[in-house]
Antibody, heavy 121, light 107 residues
Framework: EVQLVESGGGLVEPGGSLRLSCAAS????????MDWVRQAPGKGLEWVGR??????????EYAASVKGRFTISRDESKNSLYLQMDSLKTEDTAVYYC????????????WGQGTLVTVSS | DIQMTQSPSSLSASVGDRVTITCRAS??????LAWFQQKPGKAPKSLIY???TLQTGVPSKFSGSGSGTDFTLTISSLQPEDFATYYC?????????FGGGTKVEIK
């Protein structure tokens, strides 16, 4: 059974950093495109970024709103995905979801349950 | 960037009603469109990809159509468990963009 479990959310001050984790089970993360999507309180969904599969050298794409501040990475040995968030702003406050694309495809099929990040002083 | 416009932003319907939600892309995206369902306090659930292909396990009361710039999601007979917010998303190019959502409420 495919599962994605996010962790690492919490309260952080503006300008601070946080690293989110997404532990995968039931599949091998290196074979899939993986994305992060966020949702501010009471708002819609916003794509954050993507890392391609190992076959494509784990190359990344980011939304303009986070480019240069957020970094997506993977750890094959832990079968996990990460989102390093630096220079956090109050507008980064959101629930962050990791998602998976089926092997060889670009759309999402599975979502994690999300982890809440609150940026506030 | 390609913009995605969903309509309506909300609707009220009764159990058993047929419901249609539309999604328009600001430029052609072929059939690179997905639909998601989200219930309050829960993660989104993938319903449809490639504009009309149901994800595994999604009931056939859901259907999608369209290509290019205009797309629809139809729920053939609304059931209590279908009251939720629905989002479209294109994955034709970066950045991936979601529509603003359509909240389906009980009349």
């Amino acid at each position: 059974e495919v599962q994605l479990v996010e962790s690492g959310g919490g309260l952080v001050e503006p300008g601070g950093s946080l690293r989110l984790s997404c532990a995968a089970s039931g599949f091998t993360v290196s074979d899939h495109y993986m994305d992060w999507v966020r949702q501010a309180p009471g708002k819609g969904l916003e794509w954050v970024g993507r890392t391609r599969s190992k076959a494509y050298s784990y190359t990344t794409e980011y939304a303009a709103s986070v480019k240069g501040r957020f970094t997506i990475s993977r750890d094959e040995s832990k079968n996990s995905l990460y989102l390093q968030m630096d220079s956090l702003k109050t507008e980064d406050t959101a629930v962050y979801y990791c998602t998976r694309a089926p092997s060889g495809s670009y759309h999402f099929d599975y979502w994690g349950q999300g982890t809440l990040v609150t940026v506030s002083s | 960037d390609i913009q995605m416009t969903q309509s309506p932003s909300s609707l009220s319907a009764s159990v058993g009603d047929r419901v249609t939600i539309t999604c328009r892309a600001s430029q052609g995206i072929r059939n690179n469109l997905a639909w998601f369902q989200q219930k309050p306090g829960k993660a989104p659930k993938s319903l449809i990809y490639a504009a009309s292909t149901l994800q595994t396990g999604v009931p056939s009361k859901f259907s999608g159509s369209g290509s290019g710039t205009d797309f629809t999601l139809t729920i053939s007979s609304l059931q209590p468990e279908d009251f939720a917010t629905y989002y479209c998303q294109h994955y034709n190019s970066f950045p991936l963009i979601f529509g603003g959502g359509t909240k389906v409420e009980i009349k």
